[in-house]
């Protein structure tokens, strides 16, 4: 044989020999069945792609206008306080399909780190729900003089600050911590939890004053939010038996 011929039968056995690794190899051990390969089981059922919204109450009109939902059980689960999934019934291969995700859009707040003081109040006039606490805080935000904050104090706790009181007149306060806020962190449709919050400030060598906002209470407030959340689907799918909410 050639020797082209020789590096022909050798590249062949090489192919081969790949194949056959590749191939799952089943063997019989002590009466368990092991196998070399992970496999994957192909499914009997065909799964639609989950329908895309941005509201619960377009979740909720689906739910009832559509004639799809009357053969089985399903099941809305909250998943978030930003997510919520519409699942049918186990189907032959002991899965569920998921049907509709609702996702809130909310606004983005910088939580955590300091910003410029015009862009802070702005967030938080734009991005808060209005409450005696978001009041004092953008009264004191809005008014605290640049270069006061390390001058009256910061013990780790509680921070002092001048502000302008009229046009030339100052006067010393404390910085309002902690606070009780409602940001936008839910769907629109139920109530924003509130919840604690610690507002810092200090003086900045570039913008003169910054601002932050720390969250304080642990991440409780989502415990409420998805509650607030079944209340409201429960509430609006009245009626309709065959649908259970979750969260």
């Known amino acids: 044989m050639s020797k082209r011929g020789e590096e022909k039968n050798m590249l062949k056995e090489a192919i081969n020999r790949i194949l056959e690794l590749a191939e799952p190899h089943i063997r019989e051990v002590n009466g368990s069945s092991y196998c070399d390969k992970q496999m994957r089981r192909i499914d009997e ?11 619960l109450s377009g979740l909720v009109d689906f739910i009832k206008g559509s004639g799809d939902f009357k ?27 998921t049907l509709a995700e609702v996702r809130a859009e909310i606004p983005d707040f910088p939580f955590g780190r300091f910003t ?11 991005k808060f729900v209005d409450g005696e606490d978001k009041k004092v805080i953008l009264a004191f935000a809005g008014n605290v ?13 509680s921070q002092k600050a001048a502000i302008k009181r009229g046009v030339t007149s100052m006067s010393e306060v404390e910085v309002p911590s902690p606070c009780m806020l409602a940001p936008y962190r839910t769907f629109t449709e139920v109530p924003q939890p509130v919840s604690s919050f610690i507002f810092r400030v200090k003086d900045d060598e570039r913008c003169g004053v910054a601002c932050a906002l720390f969250e304080a209470d642990g991440g409780a407030w989502k415990h409420e939010a998805k509650e607030n ?19």
Do not use: H
């Open 45 to 55: 059922d065909i799964r639609a792609e989950a329908l895309q919204m941005g509201t």
């Open 71 to 97: 053969d089985c059980r399903y099941i809305v689960q909250v998943v978030s306080p930003t997510e919520v999934r519409l699942l049918s019934c186990l189907d032959e291969d002991r899965k569920r399909e």
């Open 116 to 126: 410029e003081n015009e862009q802070f109040i702005i967030g938080m006039q734009s």
């Open 145 to 157: 003089k640049a270069g006061t904050v390390e001058k009256y104090g910061d013990d780790g706790v």
């Open 229 to 247: 959340i079944r209340i409201f689907l429960e509430e609006s799918l009245k009626g309709v038996e065959n649908v259970m909410v979750i969260a």
